[in-house]
């Protein structure tokens, strides 16, 4: 039997007297859109933390592809096979589109060099829709165009998964739906992805499952259908739940 694309079994993560993740299994199988979601301070991005190595799971293990990567430093996680976006859009803001790109590629798991990267770089940039913008200084560029940087950054490594941490987040109406077709492109290229997401219309078009945290727990996993029609999920995000 494959193995899953990442297994996440009994993680845990506490900052002294507070478990911001506690106990979470799930597992998101390759080739598959998989939504995070949960109120504000739930632990989703802890998790991701945890997953790409920025943070050293307290307990529990997490497997890509079948082989344990807790606790290995971060670079090492990412050359293995798993890139990612963040909250706040992180570019370099002193280089172009292009050599923003070429960042990730020199570094990642190709590890790519010279006109191959430059080459490899200018493909991202085009999949993301910059095609023709790569030497445009990135703190030149508006909001979603510096997240379709650091996006086409994160592919640049080639993972194997890839982790949006609240991707559509503070897009207009208009380039909301210009990210949900781009992620949309992404996932029909067979790449396995984990989203986290408060953009709920997001989760519904793009995801087939998804996993509901609130204050560190799992309290949900399944069909997104299932999941948004669950009582403590509603609970969740529409009750007294409020945890930091």
Request: glycine share 12%.
């Amino acid at each position: 039997m494959t193995a899953p694309a990442l297994s996440i079994v009994g993680a845990r993560k506490s900052f002294g007297g507070l478990v911001a993740v506690n106990d979470v299994s799930f597992e998101v199988e390759k080739g598959e859109l998989f939504g995070l979601i949960g109120p504000n301070g739930s632990g989703k991005t802890t998790m991701l933390n945890l997953i790409s190595g920025a943070l050293e799971p307290d307990a529990g293990e997490i497997r890509l592809s079948g082989e344990p990567i807790s606790g290995l430093p971060a670079h090492q996680i990412a050359r293995r096979g798993v890139a990612r976006t963040f909250q706040l859009v992180r570019v370099l803001p002193s280089m172009d589109a292009e050599r923003n790109v070429m960042a990730g590629v020199v570094f990642g798991g190709r590890r790519l060099w010279g006109a191959e990267a430059r080459d490899f770089a200018r493909e991202l940039l085009a999949l993301v829709g910059l095609r023709g913008r790569e030497q445009v200084p990135v703190a030149a560029m508006t909001y979603i165009d510096q997240k379709r940087v650091e996006l086409a950054r994160a592919l640049g490594a080639d993972p194997q998964v890839l982790l949006l941490d609240e991707w559509l987040a503070g897009l207009n109406p208009s380039e909301l739906a210009i990210g949900i077709e781009l992620i949309e492109t992404l996932s029909r290229q067979g790449r396995t992805i984990v989203m986290v997401e408060h953009v709920m219309d997001a989760i519904r078009t793009l995801c087939g499952r998804c996993v509901v945290m609130s204050s560190g727990r799992k309290i949900k996993d399944g069909s997104v259908a299932d999941v948004l029609s669950d009582p403590d999920v509603v609970q969740a995000y529409l009750g007294d739940d409020d945890d930091a």
